[in-house]
């Protein structure tokens, strides 16, 4: 029997904790028994030269930063672009033009690729679904019902995180047989070992240092982390909270610091490709989103001893342990000001939750992930 040819559909190679996680996945799987190809909608983003050698890569469509520097081609470029997808979304059967090979299994890596892989115009792949995002916050936003019904015409649905997969069943009533558990992994010395990169930044010893990494949207808590740090600061609580990450609201979050006095105390430094320096000269990481699968940056600030204060949403209960290696929390401002303010004022307590945090490394498995999954796409060879 031949290899098992295995497809990914990502929409883009932007900076981001899905996108990271394939990444992952490709440098660190067997590739014995795989033949792997990762087809990008948009051929853009930081992590196009982070792509494995020995993996085939089929690009739809260019990149922002291929186009001209011209702003007027620029444009119609653009508009071209989104046309060739609108037609190629539309008229899903001239995808068969890009499609090298015929793949045994099609892989959904995130919600926006669900129709893509539904709609392939090989119908006899095995057709796998990998859900990274959580469900309860979008029930509330009534986006999840469709996601359900889509999940349900895929052979095989694979979760990140066994919370998710129960709010499905707790929220919706449905529950798929077929489906599998596959957490996000971290190499614990790699981390270590970038965290090591000197940087021109350093803990402060006199006040306490926040770290986090996310995308800086609509959702994901940080304007409402930048009211908290003005409401302790404002206290005369002395602390320091820094950002890595970027996004639509990066440039008012930024200005608004800047405005009212506080960029010196709330940095937001924009997308690093080693944001682990910055990590490990905190004494705390913050995650304040309202919406979380499972967060790699989390697992990350733990491997390197560094403990947690987060929303307690989707798997983040199964990485912090609360009240040991973290706090958790529910997302609104009153709970995050009143957790951080405790952390500010009780040093005993953070230097606890520190001590903690370096025995993290134990609670997470690496190699064994890497075999399920190959064992899950071995036996669903259709050749096999």
Known sequence: MGKTKVLFRIRSLEMGGVNKVLIDILNHISKEKLDITVM???YQGELRADIPKDIHLIKIARGKEDFSKNKWIHKLQLAARRLKLTLLDQLPKLMRFYYKKDYDI????????????????????????????????EAILNKSEQNIKTLQDFDQVIFCSANVRAQVKTLYGVTFPNSEIIPN?????????????????????????????????NGKGYPLL???????????????????????????????????GYDK?????????????????????????????YPLSVK??????IPVLATDTG?????????????????????????????????????TLSNNAQKANSKFETDAVYKKIEHIFTNNNTNG
């Open 40 to 42: 990008v909608n948009l």
């Open 106 to 137: 099609e892989i959904a890596f995130g919600k926006s690729e669900l129709n893509m892989v539904k709609n392939s115009p090989q119908k006899k792949s095995k057709k796998i679904a990998w859900v990274h995002w959580e469900f309860s916050h």
């Open 185 to 217: 992994v971290v190499h614990p010395e790699e981390v270590y070992e970038k965290s090591l990169e000197k940087i021109d930044f350093e803990k402060s010893a006199d006040v306490v240092s926040f770290s986090s990494v996310g995308r800086i949207k």
């Open 226 to 260: 930048f009211r908290v740090h003005q409401r302790l600061m404002q206290e005369g609580l002395q602390h320091r909270i820094i950002i890595i990450g970027n996004g639509d609201r990066y440039n008012d979050l930024r200005e608004s610091a800047k405005h009212l």
């Open 265 to 293: 105390s709330f940095l937001l430094l924009g997308n690093q490709n080693n944001p682990f320096p910055y990590i490990k000269n905190s004494d705390c990481f913050i995650l304040p989103t309202q919406s979380e699968a």
């Open 300 to 305: 990350e600030a733990l491997v390197l001893g």
């Open 315 to 351: 798997g983040v209960n199964e990485i912090v342990t609360d009240n040991y290696d973290g706090l958790l929390l529910q997302y609104n401002e009153d709970t995050i000001y009143q957790k951080m303010k405790m952390l500010i004022t009780t040093p005993s307590l953070l230097q």
